[in-house]
C-alpha cells in the first residue's frame, strides 16, 4: 500500500559527501515524521536524523554539523546530505516514515529497503 525506495548510496572516500534520497508512494494521505536510521552487522539500528512535517530536525550527536535532513512534501520525499563523511558512517541506511494512509485516521510506520554507505580510502 505504500512504498518507501532509497537511492543514493555508494562508496566513497573519508571526507566525501553523499546525498540519500527516500520517495514515498502509494496510498498516502499525508506523511508525518520521516527519518534516516543505520544499522551495520551486530548493533541495533540506530536513528540518524528525523524531519516532523513542519519542519523540526533531530540529529544524532555523532552526525550533527556534517548531515542534514530535508524533505520536499509536495514529492512525498526526503533527503539527507551527508558531508564529512568518515569510515565509522559505513552502515546500511534506512529510511522511515510514518504514514497516514488514504482512508484512514491512523499513522502506520514504513521502512524502506535499506541503501548500503560505505567510507574507505
Known amino acids: 500500500q505504500v512504498q518507501l525506495v532509497e537511492s543514493g548510496g555508494g562508496l566513497v572516500q573519508p571526507g566525501g559527501s553523499l546525498r540519500l534520497t527516500c520517495a514515498a508512494s502509494?496510498?498516502?494521505?499525508?506523511?508525518?515524521?520521516m527519518g534516516w536510521y543505520r544499522q551495520v552487522p551486530g548493533k541495533q539500528r540506530e536513528l540518524v536524523a528525523a524531519?516532523?512535517?513542519?519542519?523540526?530536525?533531530n540529529y544524532a550527536d555523532s552526525v550533527k554539523g556534517r548531515f542534514t535532513i530535508s524533505r520536499d512534501n509536495a514529492k512525498n520525499t526526503v533527503y539527507l546530505q551527508m558531508n564529512s563523511l568518515k569510515p565509522e558512517d559505513t552502515a546500511v541506511y534506512y529510511c522511515?516514515?510514518?504514514?497516514?494512509?488514504?482512508?484512514?485516521?491512523?499513522?502506520?510506520?514504513?521502512w524502506g529497503q535499506g541503501t548500503q554507505v560505505t567510507v574507505s580510502a
Open positions: 524531519i516532523t512535517s513542519g519542519g523540526t530536525t
Open positions: 502509494g496510498s498516502i494521505f499525508s506523511l508525518n515524521a
Open positions: 522511515n516514515a510514518n504514514v497516514r494512509r488514504l482512508g484512514s485516521p491512523y499513522g502506520y510506520n514504513y
